[in-house]
């Protein structure tokens, strides 16, 4: 059974740009969250997606999208980076899109904007 | 939303020693209580959980208690170990449609030799 993996692991962005961070789901997992997590803080929910469609979303603005694709897999696009948006992207798979299912997460991408 | 506070926010015990940490809500509604271990630098890793049907749950040297009436739900851990070393979080969750978790704050446990 193959975990949650999330590239790249770390990056550095300059204001303004564009970025793209990917997620691979656990094996038999259909449903894929994305949380952005602050240092020293806990995880914020930012969206959710389920048969490739975001189906839940958090207090994130629109600059914040993403997609699923046929295998589940994923992808968190950022626009129009802005210094604030610095922190560690955690992408969680479950086997259903209630949370209460239980996530796995993945290793997490770390965003630096500078 | 959901409120969530956790105490306290770091919390240091001998090595074998237990240690408690608490977690209260505000939404009535909310029905599934987990808590999640990250290890400094590592994925948060879903440890235990316990449904509201459930007042207590248990595994191994960790057990998690639910008080539904006071809005309040309790991770403990005996006999710690410095594998337990990390931060600790709580996430109640009410949804029961595609909401996501909210985490609380974490606390940082710290075993000492």
């Known amino acids: 059974e193959t975990g949650v993996t999330q590239s790249p692991t770390h990056l550095i962005k300059t204001r303004g740009q564009q970025v793209t961070l990917r997620c691979s789901s656990q094996?038999?997992?259909?449903?894929v969250s994305w949380y952005q997590q602050a240092l020293g803080q806990g995880p914020q929910f930012i969206f959710q997606?389920?048969?490739?469609?975001?189906?839940g979303r958090g207090n994130f603005p629109p600059r914040f999208s993403g997609l699923q694709f046929p295998n589940y897999s994923s992808e968190l696009n950022v626009n129009a980076l802005e210094l604030d948006d610095s922190a560690l992207y955690l992408c969680?798979?479950?086997?259903?899109?209630?949370?209460?299912?239980?996530?796995?997460f993945g290793s997490g991408t770390r965003l630096t904007v500078v | 939303g959901e409120n969530v506070e956790q105490h306290p926010s770091t919390l240091s015990v001998q090595e074998g020693d237990s240690a408690v940490i608490k977690c209260t809500y505000s939404?009535?509604?909310?029905?599934?209580f987990p808590w999640y271990k990250q290890e400094l630098g590592k994925r948060p890793q879903l440890i235990i959980d316990?449904?509201?049907?459930?007042g207590e749950k248990k595994d191994q040297r960790i057990a998690v208690t639910l008080n539904k009436t006071a809005k309040h739900f309790s991770l403990h851990i005996t006999e710690t170990q410095p594998e337990d070393s990390a931060v600790y979080f709580c996430?109640?969750?009410?949804?029961?449609?595609?909401?996501?978790?909210?985490f609380g704050k974490g606390t940082h446990l710290i075993i000492q030799p």
């Open positions: 996430a109640p969750y009410s949804g029961g449609g595609a909401d996501g978790l909210t």
């Open positions: 316990i449904r509201s049907n459930v």
């Open positions: 939404d009535s509604a909310s029905n599934y």
């Open positions: 094996s038999g997992h259909n449903t």
């Open positions: 969680a798979s479950s086997l259903g899109y209630s949370a209460n299912y239980g996530y796995t």
């Open positions: 997606y389920y048969r490739e469609e975001e189906n």
